[in-house]
């Protein structure tokens, strides 16, 4: 699996969640996780909610986020209402003066040749625009009349404005609440950070060639694959394969190192699951080669150490190994 270059990224990498995510990414399925929006709950990540379960997706996220594993950025801000938290929120532009929303909006227009400003209602006549101070009729826009901006009227007050008061109203509750109420939150949009796609595509380059030819033999794959130990433990092997004829259970895992030697390390981790699970067969693909005394513990643990200096010849090696 991906190889990561500190320990927090080794420790989250190995969270079967943020393998299955990242999985998303690079496989093509997800670009940029992108929140949704759901007028009851306001933005969520449906696809994480899926993973996670719907409570644990805030802090999930924002742990790949530190943990560099997911780069942010913001996509929108979000008002909840402050006395239900509902993101069901209108917002209501308001009179200034008396503060009621019953405010309407008219566009401004210039008529450039005489320079007399107005709401668009006053230039309407029978269906056309004509200034009601030079009695010409309006030709077209930009030409020889222009919009000079909005104004506003209040149904209530009967004042005017040019600027109108933002204000919220909770669909929910029906509370009215101002800015400084409101609760104002950032809602991120998610992508892979270039490092975590880097170390993510050497495990799936490594991963994904050995699914298709298992899975061109008829075996049924799962990639990160489980298996229940004696003991109740679940355990996660980087993959895991069926064959169709016997119902024989081969579990694979994958250990890389850039040192030229793959430590005994990964043949003591994959033993410890390998006996509780107790799969029909367990091959540890090893690139480029194993220690001396990995050799031995693989032997003696009934693991088949599958050797190849790289991915090629680790799968060549692995036909002859794994069969129906
Ligand atoms: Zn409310
Ligand atoms: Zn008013
Ligand atoms: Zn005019």
Redesign the pocket.
């Given at each position: 699996m991906p190889k990561a270059s500190k320990k927090g990224l080794l420790k989250l990498y190995k969270d079967h969640n943020v393998q299955l995510l990242i999985s998303k990414f690079v496989s093509g399925e997800l670009d940029a996780l992108n929140p949704t929006f759901d007028p009851k709950q306001g933005f969520r990540y449906p696809i994480v909610d899926n993973l996670v379960g719907d409570s644990s997706t805030e802090d999930f996220l924002q742990s790949l986020s530190d943990g560099g594993v997911l780069e942010r950025k913001l996509y929108d801000k979000i008002v909840y209402c402050p006395s239900c938290n509902s993101a069901n929120v209108s917002i209501h532009y308001t009179?200034p003066?008396?503060k009621?929303f019953d405010v309407k909006k008219s566009a401004l227009i210039e008529h450039i040749k005489c320079g007399y400003i107005d709401t668009e209602d006053h230039f309407q006549k029978e269906g056309k625009l004509i200034c009601p101070k030079c009695n010409k009729p309006l030709l077209a826009p930009d030409v020889d009349h222009h919009k000079a901006g909005v104004w506003c009227t209040?149904n209530?007050?009967s004042?005017s404005f040019d600027i109108p008061v933002p204000a919220h109203f909770c669909r929910k509750c029906e509370e009215n609440f101002t800015f400084d109420e409101a609760i104002y939150k950032d809602v991120y949009s998610y992508t892979l950070t270039p490092e975590a796609a880097k170390e993510a595509t050497v495990g799936w380059i490594m991963i994904a060639p050995i699914m298709e030819f298992l899975g061109d033999k008829g075996f049924e794959i799962e990639s990160p694959g489980f298996l229940d130990g004696k003991s109740g433990t679940r355990h996660m092997f980087d993959l895991i394969a069926v064959s169709s004829k016997k119902k024989k259970t081969t579990a694979i895992d994958l250990a890389t190192s850039n040192d030229g030697v793959v430590s005994e390390q990964s043949v003591i981790s994959m033993f410890a699951k390998v006996f509780d699970a107790n799969p029909d067969q367990a091959c540890l693909v090893v690139i480029p080669k194993m220690t001396e005394s990995g050799k031995k513990l693989a032997a003696l643990y009934k693991i088949d150490l599958i050797e190849g200096k790289d991915q090629n010849a680790a799968i060549d090696a692995l036909k002859s190994c794994v069969s129906q």
């Open positions: 009179c003066h008396c009621s209040c209530q007050c004042k």
